[in-house]
């Protein structure tokens, strides 16, 4: 099930691009899959990841098992950090290309294309290991990387519909693949790994969100207009985290 759940991940990326081709509606489509996806991981990093974290860490010394999840928390962001600075920055009110050139705009989709390819590959290894320790939580954590994965899509599409058709389709596809190669990364050297190992892959993957949340996702709901939508998409997700675990 890890695979399917990575294999669907990487479908956001298209369904963002698609969502880009919209004439209409896209900006609103985007602030309520972002402000859903901050409802999500808000409830997923508090609720969820941080008790399974220290249950998997947990000894005697306190101090150190603190000391051990902020090192590779700290690592998650660091990691994230690095990637997205090769991912530019979506002007929301002008569009990217407002003082880009055609050259330049193709050139800043295909290093976002890269970063993406990579950021996804391990993002699509810790979902992986995830999904295999916990299908809820692998599930929970997919739904809000994959909301947020929406935003990206449409980013990279925007940059590359100037380029050639079967260069953007190249590119697309291979972001939208990547976390499923990521996890099909994991499955196949899995068997080599600890669980002390996949616990820091967990550990990393929160660092990430947590970047995730406060870097990228709250920044741009407070450049927001239209704030009682965002407030209305952070409450569904976070009911989504409270239905699942009323079913589970």
């Given at each position: 099930?890890?695979?399917?759940?990575?294999?669907?991940?990487?479908?956001?990326?298209?369904?963002?691009?698609?969502?880009?081709k919209l004439?209409?509606?896209?900006?609103?489509?985007?602030?309520?899959?972002?402000?859903?996806?901050?409802?999500?991981m808000i409830?997923?990093?508090?609720?969820?990841?941080?008790?399974?974290?220290?249950?998997?860490?947990?000894?005697?010394?306190?101090?150190?098992?603190?000391?051990?999840?902020?090192?590779f928390i700290?690592?998650?962001?660091?990691?994230?950090?690095?990637?997205?600075?090769?991912?530019?920055?979506?002007?929301?009110?002008?569009?990217?290309?407002?003082?880009?050139?055609?050259?330049?705009?193709?050139?800043?989709?295909?290093?976002?294309?890269?970063?993406?390819?990579?950021?996804?590959?391990?993002?699509?290894?810790?979902?992986?290991?995830?999904?295999?320790?916990?299908?809820?939580?692998?599930?929970?954590?997919?739904?809000?990387?994959?909301?947020?994965?929406?935003?990206?899509?449409?980013?990279?599409?925007?940059?590359?519909?100037?380029?050639?058709?079967?260069?953007?389709?190249?590119?697309?596809?291979?972001?939208?693949?990547?976390?499923?190669?990521?996890?099909?990364?994991?499955?196949?050297?899995?068997?080599?790994?600890?669980?002390?190992?996949?616990?820091?892959?967990?550990?990393?993957?929160?660092?990430?969100?947590?970047?995730?949340?406060?870097?990228?996702?709250?920044?741009?709901?407070?450049?927001?207009?239209?704030?009682?939508?965002?407030?209305?998409?952070?409450?569904?997700?976070?009911?989504?985290?409270?239905?699942?675990?009323?079913?589970?």
């Amino acid at each position: 099930m890890g695979l399917l759940i990575t294999f669907i991940l990487g479908i956001f990326i298209l369904v963002g691009a698609l969502l880009a081709k919209l004439p209409k509606n896209s900006k609103l489509i985007e602030q309520i899959s972002i402000s859903v996806a901050l409802g999500t991981m808000i409830s997923l990093v508090t609720f969820e990841l941080i008790p399974e974290v220290f249950e998997t860490f947990k000894s005697d010394n306190i101090l150190k098992t603190i000391f051990i999840i902020l090192i590779f928390i700290l690592l998650g962001i660091v990691i994230l950090k690095i990637l997205d600075i090769f991912i530019p920055e979506h002007d929301h009110e002008h569009g990217l290309s407002h003082n880009c050139t055609q050259d330049n705009l193709i050139h800043i989709g295909v290093v976002s294309s890269i970063a993406i390819i990579l950021h996804n590959i391990i993002e699509g290894m810790a979902v992986y290991s995830m999904s295999e320790s916990s299908f809820k939580l692998g599930v929970l954590v997919s739904l809000g990387v994959g909301l947020h994965n929406i935003p990206m899509g449409m980013i990279l599409y925007s940059t590359l519909k100037k380029d050639n058709n079967k260069k953007r389709i190249i590119l697309l596809s291979l972001a939208s693949l990547s976390t499923f190669i990521g996890g099909l990364l994991m499955m196949l050297i899995s068997s080599l790994l600890s669980e002390v190992v996949i616990g820091v892959l967990i550990l990393i993957t929160l660092g990430m969100l947590i970047y995730i949340i406060i870097f990228e996702l709250i920044p741009h709901l407070l450049h927001c207009k239209n704030k009682i939508l965002s407030i209305i998409g952070v409450v569904i997700g976070f009911l989504i985290l409270i239905i699942s675990t009323i079913i589970e």
